[in-house]
């Protein structure tokens, strides 16, 4: 909780560092997107112990297509197999799955399996586990502003009604790793009045027990949301 009694209920993570771990440790940064997954499966699975209602991962951005085309297929592969093997999982801990961004941009292939995924988990009451995938909130914004345009007026009200996490509870806290001190484009609507909270471990390492540490920051910090 925080200072004033309220308790995070959305998190979102910009997981950062996967390519630094692999250097680190002179392994190729395919295998640091690799151990960077596995960092996912083991924070899916504690979601529920933190009692979260919304936990949102930035995946894959706008901006990542412009990586080598080895490492975009090296990711879309990835994400293949991170689907193929933790759906049943995450469907009998009644996680549900949202997607955010346009993933309609990658491969039929992957199109299908996403699609399969958010049907399979979509009567699920648990965790939203909601993932950025060909997300920017760039074209998050102008795409919102666009649709409340064609509604109408045009007010943060109606903007915010547009977005892609419309339907999710508030942003609290938005944790980033690897040290770096940046919002890269990732939820910047949402993040107006949230907590920030950087760290130096890098993704690939971060744990259930480092989420713990993030949440116990939130909940010493006095949330104004603008007053005084």
Avoid at 60 to 86: C, G, Q, Y
Avoid at 131 to 141: K, P, Q, R
């Amino acid at each position: 909780m925080g200072e004033d009694g309220t308790k995070a209920r959305h998190v979102a993570i910009i997981m950062d560092g996967n390519g630094r771990w692999a250097k680190k440790r002179h392994l190729p940064r395919a295998l640091g997107h690799q151990r960077g997954v596995e960092a996912v499966r083991r924070l899916v699975r504690g979601a529920r112990d933190f009692e979260l209602e919304a936990l949102t991962i930035y995946a894959f951005s706008t901006e990542n297509w412009r990586r080598p085309d080895e490492e975009v297929s090296d990711l879309m592969a990835l994400m293949k197999r991170f689907i193929l093997s933790d759906l049943d999982e995450m469907a009998e801990n009644g996680i549900r799955l949202k997607i955010i961004g346009d993933y309609k941009a990658f491969r039929p292939d992957v199109v299908e399996l996403i699609e399969g995924a958010l049907s399979r988990t979509a009567a699920n009451t648990g965790t939203i586990l909601a993932v950025a995938l060909n997300y920017g909130a760039h074209d998050e914004i102008a795409r919102a502003a666009t649709k409340a345009a064609a509604k109408g007026a045009i007010t943060p009200e109606t903007i915010a009604a547009e977005l892609d996490t419309a339907d999710l509870p508030p942003l609290d806290l938005l944790i980033r790793t690897s040290g770096e001190e940046r919002l890269s484009n990732f939820l910047l609507w949402q993040a107006a009045y949230c907590e920030l909270y950087f760290t130096e471990t890098l993704w690939p390492d971060f744990t259930a027990d480092h989420l713990a540490q993030a949440l116990e920051s939130f909940t010493r910090r006095e949330r104004r949301y603008g007053g005084r």
